[in-house]
């Protein structure tokens, strides 16, 4: 059984420039979630989607964006990147109320 | 805002002794209370969810809650070595339709297991 998946693992961007990343929920989950985690701290909440629809959204700018799809495969969108989004984002996804996570995509903007 | 606070550690235990890992939690309308392990550069695993007050044990962990002090505690027992790595506390509220909210995190406690 496929857990979440994550794509892709490492990414370099540069400043300015835009990036997707990409998350495979595991079979039979519905929901799915995005973190972002800067070294040495706890993942911090970006948004959530249920039904191709963004459920919740934590305090992250507009410059973050996502999508489901009718899988409920889903993308994670920053546009215009920053040196400080420069982080390990996670996708968890759940069916109900139990979370499992990717490996996550280690970002790095240069 | 909801805010969950652990102590950053490091925190350093014998081999063999009990560990303790405490959090707490600022929204008392939290419902769902979860401790994952996270090794250095993985993701992090889950370990422990708890959802009414009291002990839940699992092998050598042991989750405690007290929703009036709004305090989780995790016990690993027998410490190994391999229990070493950075341990979050995270919370969320259920949705009365279901599913949950998504988790806050605290900054996570760093176990050290010394042989």
């Known amino acids: 059984d496929a857990g979440v998946t994550q794509s892709p693992t490492h990414l370099i961007k540069t400043r300015g420039q835009q990036v997707t990343l990409r998350c495979s929920p595991k079979?039979?989950?519905?929901?799915v979630s995005w973190y972002q985690q800067a070294l040495g701290q706890g993942p911090q909440f970006i948004f959530q989607?249920?039904?191709?629809?963004?459920?919740q959204r934590g305090n992250f700018p507009d410059r973050f964006s996502g999508h489901q799809f009718p899988n409920y495969s889903s993308e994670l969108n920053v546009n215009a990147l920053l040196l400080g989004d420069s982080a390990l984002y996670l996708c968890?996804?759940?069916?109900?109320?139990?979370?499992?996570f990717g490996s996550g995509t280690r970002l790095t903007v240069v | 805002q909801k805010e969950v606070e652990q102590n950053s550690g490091p925190l350093s235990v014998p081999e063999g002794a009990i560990a303790s890992l405490n959090c707490t939690y600022s929204?008392?309308?939290?419902?769902?209370f979860f401790w994952y392990r996270q090794y250095s550069g993985k993701s992090p695993e889950l370990i422990m969810s708890?959802?009414?007050?009291g002990d839940k044990e699992d092998g050598r962990f042991t989750a405690q809650l007290n929703k009036a002090s709004q305090y989780v505690s995790l016990l690993i027992r027998d410490s190994q070595p391999s229990d070493s790595a950075t341990y979050l506390c995270?919370?969320?509220?259920?949705?009365?339709?279901?599913?949950?909210?998504?988790?806050?995190f605290g900054k996570g406690t760093h176990l050290i297991i010394q042989p």
């Open positions: 995270a919370v969320n509220i259920l949705y009365s339709g279901g599913g949950a909210d998504g988790l806050t």
């Open positions: 929204d008392r309308g939290s419902q769902s």
């Open positions: 708890i959802y009414s007050n």
């Open positions: 968890a996804s759940s069916f109900s109320y139990g979370y499992t």
């Open positions: 989607y249920y039904e191709e629809e963004e459920r």
């Open positions: 079979s039979g989950h519905d929901t």
